[in-house]
């Protein structure tokens, strides 16, 4: 296994393996890297509603 992309986002490091798409089809693959953007979209969502919330 090894590394073959890595993602540095504000909150968190997404490291892409060569065993992630090793053996699939390049349909299987567009999905998996559709699914991993739509994730780190969430997430990206997700900690700006945190910011946006008042404190207690």
Known sequence: MAVAATYHYAHGTVSVCDDAYRDISLEEQK??????????HEIVLDAQSERKKPEK
């Open 31 to 40: 999905r998996r890297e559709e699914h991993m953007w739509r994730a780190a």
